[in-house]
């Protein structure tokens, strides 16, 4: 559900002009994993979501680029098996180890259209590529489990499917 939701807000975005004319573009950025919600404040409450999945996800949005959806490896890893239905929408394509603030280098992916062709410009990587560019998620790693996998599962997949420690 988020998958497509984040398909169809960068959609609809695309489709939107700012005053001046200029179209207005959006990133986004999505990792999966426990949250803690709750109505926080007393005279102006508001419904809030709190744990480390938020930090990671808000963390995904601002290392992404304009125009693209930047997923964890964990969430990449959980549509990797979904990606491979005929009737998908979407893909999942490795970009590569990242820093981010706050966790160190992280795998992350970009999740796009079905047919989409990643632009050259974000054929480099801001740091080193873990599996070749444009490789698919399925080489990355592959689960069958419909729980989010903890990291050395993520790690031990990620090394027998690319032979890369």
Not at 12 to 17: M, N, Q, R, V
Not at 153 to 164: A, P, Y
Request: proline fraction near 7%.
């Amino acid at each position: 559900v988020m998958a497509h939701m984040a398909l169809d807000m960068l959609e609809c975005i695309s489709a939107l002009e700012a005053p001046d004319g200029s179209r207005l573009t959006i990133r986004i950025g999505i990792h999966c994993g426990p949250v803690v919600t709750g109505v926080v404040g007393l005279k102006m409450p508001r419904w809030c979501l709190f744990g480390d999945t938020v930090n990671v996800s808000s963390r995904m949005e601002s290392t992404s680029v304009k125009g693209m959806i930047q997923i964890s490896a964990p969430l990449a890893a959980l549509l990797g098996d979904l990606a491979q239905d005929p009737e998908a929408r979407f893909d999942v394509i490795a970009r590569g180890t990242i820093n981010i603030k706050g966790k160190g280098l992280m795998k992350t992916a970009w999740l796009v259209q079905k047919g989409y062709v990643i632009p050259s410009v974000l054929e480099t990587p801001p740091t080193s590529l873990d599996v070749p560019h444009g490789g698919s998620i399925r080489d990355y790693a592959v689960f069958t489990e419909s729980s989010v996998p903890d990291e050395d599962e993520i790690e031990k997949r990620f090394t027998s499917s690319t032979g890369v420690p």
